[in-house]
């Protein structure tokens, strides 16, 4: 079987430049950025295994914005901003964790519904009386896919819905029982010293694997693949070689993972990884998915966040290959981020001329084409002036 889901023919004439380094280090382009990226496209939150119960909550603090994901008593899983609307306290403080049958603000005491309504506020009769939905959390744009939650701080935007933009991946993807699966060892984060675009640029090409994944090339270098960003999706595709075996985590993996049964024969070797414009990838092992993702937090650094999600009936050989696979991705990780590290400081050098991309980096290129289309001043070779970007990106949007 063909394992391309899309056969994509690179075109000969492709312009292999990158993004303009200016934009790597600009203020006024990073606010572009999360206004016209970051807050109006799906972002993943979670997967509703970190919220099992009702009253169980998560948070998540981005690129300015504060989300609040709450499983009601009815069951149902909702998304709101988590901002108090007495005077904009966070009605939760901690990023995990589970409450009664309330949520109570720690300012003064606002009491809300875990349906986002509010119950009351402290001494109500000090103000007029309050409409409980009118003064109750406000909603985020919120759908649930194969189990993972899907949040939108903007309500509409540029995507379609969740299900329609990830169609192309369903059918693959609907093998593996993901919306049972539960949390291995809960959301990370972590910080990198780099834009986010350069972790994003060093995810989205394989080019690199040869010489700077030892571990992964190893393990299935010879089979590995990426198909590009075609409508916001892209992939990658390898299959591991059961004769692989010069490092010890890999050697072990190989030895243990157990035949995955549950698979069709030609996912049962696949380490997959889709990425889900702008920001956001999943991957998936024959043991374990997980989602990783990565948001501003000004030009120069980067929160990386992810989680990873097993069977709830692992066998002990699942558990120990699902653990050698972390373990292999810790590696692959650390040694990403010093490459993105090398690559986004040079963009500060004078002597920097753009990046020259192989036929092996079209996955970097369609994802600059289709930042380019949202923030159009990234066209621009030269860095327009701060105080000009908005204006002139206003107007070449307006343009089409
Ligand atoms: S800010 Fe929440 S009760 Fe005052
Ligand atoms: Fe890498």
Same mark, same amino acid.
């Given at each position: 079987m063909n394992p391309h889901l899309r056969d994509v023919a690179i075109p000969n004439?492709?312009?292999?430049r990158g993004l303009p380094g200016w934009s790597y280090h600009s203020n006024a382009l990073l606010e572009l950025e999360k206004e016209?990226?970051?807050?109006n496209h799906w972002q993943i939150a979670g997967h509703v295994s970190d919220v099992p119960n009702p009253g169980d909550y998560l948070t998540m603090d981005v690129i300015g914005e504060r989300a609040l994901i709450v499983r009601g008593k009815d069951g149902v899983v909702r998304a709101f901003?988590?901002?108090?609307?007495?005077?904009?306290?966070?009605?939760?403080?901690?990023s995990q964790g589970s409450c009664k049958n309330a949520l109570v603000c720690p300012f003064h005491g606002w009491v809300y519904n875990l349906?986002? +309504?509010?119950r009351g506020a402290a001494r109500?009769?000090?103000?007029p009386e309050l409409d409980k939905t009118e003064f109750g959390l406000m909603p985020l744009d919120l759908e649930i896919w194969m189990g993972f939650i899907f949040i939108r701080?903007?309500?509409?935007?540029?995507?379609?819905s969740v299900a329609e933009l990830l169609k192309p991946i369903e059918a693959e993807m609907a093998?593996?029982?993901?919306?049972d699966m539960v949390p291995s060892w809960g959301i990370w984060t972590q910080k990198s010293p780099v834009n986010w675009k350069s972790v994003r640029d060093v995810d989205n090409?394989?080019?690199h694997v040869a010489m700077a994944h030892p571990a992964l090339q190893d393990l299935y270098g010879a089979t590995y693949f990426d198909e590009p960003f075609i409508n916001g999706v892209s992939r990658s595709f390898a299959t591991y070689n059961p004769?692989?075996?010069?490092r010890w985590s890999v050697r072990e993996y190989i030895k243990l993972a157990?035949?995955? +049964?549950?698979?069709p024969e030609h996912l049962r070797k696949a380490w997959i990884y889709y990425g889900i414009f702008p920001n956001n990838a999943l991957s998936i092992m024959p043991e374990s998915v997980q989602f990783y993702q990565e948001f501003p937090l000004s030009t120069g650094e980067t929160l990386l966040r992810g989680a990873i999600y097993r069977y709830k009936d692992e066998t002990r050989e699942q558990a120990a290959a699902r653990y050698l696979a972390y373990r292999i991705d810790r590696d692959t990780m650390n040694e990403d981020v010093q490459l993105s590290v090398w690559s986004n400081e040079?963009?500060?050098?004078?002597a920097f001329e753009g990046f020259y991309l192989s036929d092996l980096e079209y996955g970097v290129r369609t994802h600059h084409d289709h930042l380019r289309r949202q923030?159009?001043?990234?066209?621009?070779e030269t860095a327009p002036e701060e105080k000009d970007m908005w204006g002139l990106n206003d107007a070449l949007r307006s343009r089409g």
């Open positions: 004439d492709w312009d292999r016209h990226v970051f807050r901003n988590n901002m108090c609307r007495h005077r904009g306290s966070r009605v939760v403080a901690d349906d986002g +309504t509010l109500p009769r000090s103000f701080f903007r309500k509409g935007g540029p995507q379609p093998h593996y029982n993901i919306a090409e394989g080019y004769h692989a075996g010069r157990p035949e995955a +049964t549950h698979l040079s963009m500060l050098s004078e923030v159009p001043v990234l066209n621009l």
